[in-house]
Nanobody, 115 residues
Framework: QVQLVESGGGLVQPGGSLRLSCAAS????????MKWYRQAPGKERELVAS????????NYADSVKGRFTISRDNAKNTVYLQMNNLKPDDTAVYYC????????WGQGTQVTVSS
């Protein structure tokens, strides 16, 4: 059974940091590009960051470049999103996705940036 389980979300003040994790099971994690998306209330889901299967350089949305870092540990079947200098506009539900033609999604984790 394929599972992607996100964790690490929560409430943080502007300027703070959070580290999201996405633990994968039920498929060959190391063969998949992994992506983080987010969806804010009333907005479309948007791609935040992606990392290729071999863990090479990540790609980022312009809105998060220089603040977010995507990484993965293929030995642990886990992808991470380190989020620094968080802003209220980063408030959203964050989802991880395994991408290789057939796609798998996690259930999402809420991130709220507010003072």
């Amino acid at each position: 059974q394929v599972q992607l389980v996100e964790s690490g979300g929560g409430l943080v003040q502007p300027g703070g940091s959070l580290r999201l994790s996405c633990a994968a099971s039920g498929f060959t994690f190391s063969r998949y590009t992994m992506k983080w998306y987010r969806q804010a209330p009333g907005k479309e889901r948007e791609l935040v960051a992606s990392i290729p299967s071999n863990g090479g350089g990540g790609n980022y949305a312009d809105s998060v470049k220089g603040r977010f870092t995507i990484s993965r540990d293929n030995a642990k079947n886990t992808v991470y999103l380190q989020m620094n200098n968080l802003k209220p506009d980063d408030t959203a539900v964050y989802y991880c996705k395994a991408d290789r033609g057939n796609d798998y999604w996690g259930q999402g984790t809420q991130v709220t940036v507010s003072s």
